[in-house]
């Protein structure tokens, strides 16, 4: 929800007759989040939207998030390695979720195939890291072009489509209060402040809409959707991409990473300076090249640190981790409120006088515990939480 976006065909005032140039009715749909007091898009349909021919639950999706007993206890960092998750498959079938709490759930796909189905996941929003591949991502509101570097927001319960250019890597948080963007970045109308990290022209949006009166994209007549992780399908009576004007604030965007500013401190500053999105009980922040801090006897390096309230992950993407030996592009780390953590030995004292970090690394910190999965032990590097060891 960065700024209102239009496209296509719209009546003069929203709630009244909207014609084609034949002179058929359009069907409008308020899409609405909230219940009817928070951000929406008007949706201006060749069809009506209800009609369904057939109604069932599928066994398509993929698997709820489960417990896996023995990650529980004792207390340790864990680092998973996500080029072991299986590749192939579609975006709709192969997310494997590797940790959740009350907030989100964390998952990670590797497709190598277009969706042959469409997909709105009522769960929650998802937002997406892609670490390898392009894409481009279909919705009522166009085409939105995603390539590797991109984060991808799509709304909670948004029909989209994920077509692939390129085999992809991803990490994606399910966000079930919302993904949103810090509230300090706004100015009293909504536009982005000046000392934001971003500028709304950073943002991609949809190019669209796909369908005009004339001409209606035909694609899959199903769908497939996801409410309290029951996967329902429903057998479509009208093409699911007829959507010929919209006019909201509730679109699909992508946002290159390396868009992002960051800041830069005379010592060393807290990672709440890097946030990039937040939600209810998350915050998730982006690592990029810059500058260190300008403080003649600054420690660059990250601070060891306890923070008590708060789960850490960080996914590794490029570049020099300074703070880390023996993680590299793909790996994710677990960091539990409980255990301290920081910089593994030498790495502190080797940063003084530094002056420039190249490494890119998305983190997300959570506020409930993250429980890991079955399938997060099955990437686990076991030796992680050793690594600290000096003897």
């Known amino acids: 929800m960065i700024d209102r976006q239009s496209a296509g065909i719209l009546p003069d005032k929203p709630h009244t007759v909207c014609r084609a140039a034949d002179g058929k009715m359009l069907y409008e749909e308020m899409f609405t989040r909230g219940g009817f007091s928070g951000p929406f898009t008007y949706f201006y349909h060749r069809f009506p939207i209800t009609p369904h021919r057939e109604v069932a639950v599928t066994k398509r999706g993929w698997p709820a998030p489960a417990p896996d007993k023995d990650a529980q206890a004792p207390l340790r960092r864990r680092l998973y390695l996500s080029d072991k998750v299986p590749a192939g ?22 497709p190598d195939a277009s969706d042959d189905v469409y997909f709105a996941n009522g769960d929650g929003d998802e937002l997406w890291f ?27 319960s948004m029909v989209h489509r994920w077509h692939l ?13 919302g993904v949103f963007i810090p509230k300090p970045f706004r100015n009293p109308v909504g536009q982005l402040r000046m000392d934001a990290p971003y500028t709304h022209r950073d943002f991609v949006h949809p190019k669209g809409p796909i369908a005009t009166p004339e001409k209606v994209q035909e694609g899959p007549r199903e769908l497939l959707v996801k ?45 709440t300076i890097h946030s990039t999105f937040e939600g209810p009980g998350f915050l998730v922040c982006s690592f990029v090249p810059r500058v260190t801090d300008t403080h003649p006897q600054a420690i660059p390096c990250p601070y060891p640190h306890s923070s008590v309230d708060c789960d850490e992950i ?8 300074t703070s880390r030996r023996g993680v590299g592009p793909g790996a994710i780390s677990l960091h539990p409120a409980g255990v301290a953590h920081g910089p593994h030995p030498g790495a502190y004292e080797a940063s003084v006088g530094t002056t420039r970090t190249d490494e890119l690394a998305v983190m997300c910190d959570t506020y409930e515990p993250l429980v890991p999965t079955a399938q997060a032990a099955n990437i686990e590097d076991t030796a992680y939480h050793d690594s600290w060891r000096t003897q």
């Open 89 to 110: 498959g579609m975006m709709v079938d192969r997310r494997v979720p590797i940790l959740f709490n009350k907030d989100l759930t964390v998952l990670l796909a590797r």
């Open 130 to 156: 892609v670490h390898e591949g392009q894409a481009r991502l279909e919705s009522p509101c166009g085409w939105l072009d995603v390539k590797a570097g991109d984060y991808v927001w799509v709304p909670k």
């Open 165 to 177: 250019e390129k085999p992809m890597r991803l990490m994606g948080f399910e966000a079930h209060g």
């Open 227 to 271: 409410k309290k992780g029951i996967f329902t399908r429903y057998a479509l009576e009208h093409p699911a991409m007829d959507v010929v004007g919209w006019d909201g604030f509730v679109y699909p965007f992508a946002f290159a990473i390396e868009k992002y500013q960051p800041k830069t401190g005379l010592v060393h500053l807290p990672p």
């Open 314 to 321: 960080i996914l590794y993407l490029r570049g020099n981790f």
